[in-house]
């Protein structure tokens, strides 16, 4: 299973926006900038996740965006589904049923066996990802992150956030 790189930037954005002070926003060129993708990119993401209620946009002079709930109630899902959207990875399209050795339909009465793997392991991606919360990432990384980067982090989103409307 392969999710796209909007995934990727999606985790690392919550997890900076996670870094507002209260009330505070962060520009999307700001977002963009510090993770070296395109703002174009990134604005499409973005939409997702506002659409979905994971992300806020404020907009007027002092917009940007915020996270929409603390991250102990923002889940890896959530972020996935937001961006990727609900459908399963896996998506049978029956070929068995086709070819030369297909057979009439009512000798496949059986769901496939391959459809019935490849969605208990979705299911199984999904609970993981449930379960882990962007306040998980975000302990994970304060304790394992090499501190230069921290600073650098904290520096940036101090110059770059935007005072309350």
């Known amino acids: 299973m392969k999710?796209?790189?909007?995934?990727e930037a999606a985790i690392h954005c919550a997890n900076m926006l996670a870094g507002l002070e209260e009330g505070r926003t962060l520009p999307a060129s700001a977002l963009a900038e510090y993770h070296g993708v395109s703002?174009?990119?990134?604005?499409?993401?973005?939409?997702?996740?506002?659409?979905?209620?994971v992300f806020e946009s404020v907009s007027g002079p002092h917009g940007g965006y915020?996270?929409?709930?603390?991250?102990?109630r923002i889940s890896l899902l959530d972020i996935v589904l937001a961006v990727e959207g609900r459908e399963p990875a896996f998506r049978c399209a029956e070929?068995?049923?086709?070819?030369?050795?297909?057979?009439?339909?009512?000798?496949y009465?059986?769901?496939?066996?391959?459809n019935a793997a490849m969605l208990?392991?979705?299911?199984a991606y999904r609970a993981v990802l449930a379960e882990t919360k962007l306040s998980?990432?975000?302990a994970g990384y304060q304790a394992d992150a090499d501190p230069r980067a921290i600073t650098f982090a904290c520096g940036y989103l101090a110059r770059n956030q935007?005072?309350?409307?």
């Open 66 to 72: 915020r996270l929409a709930r603390t991250p102990d």
């Open 39 to 53: 703002p174009s990119y990134l604005l499409k993401h973005l939409k997702e996740l506002v659409a979905a209620r």
């Open 136 to 138: 998980d990432i975000i």
């Open 120 to 123: 208990r392991a979705e299911r």
């Open 3 to 7: 999710l796209g790189d909007g995934v």
């Open 162 to 165: 935007r005072p309350q409307a």
């Open 95 to 107: 070929i068995r049923q086709r070819g030369p050795g297909k057979l009439e339909p009512a000798a």
């Open 109 to 114: 009465t059986k769901p496939c066996g391959i």
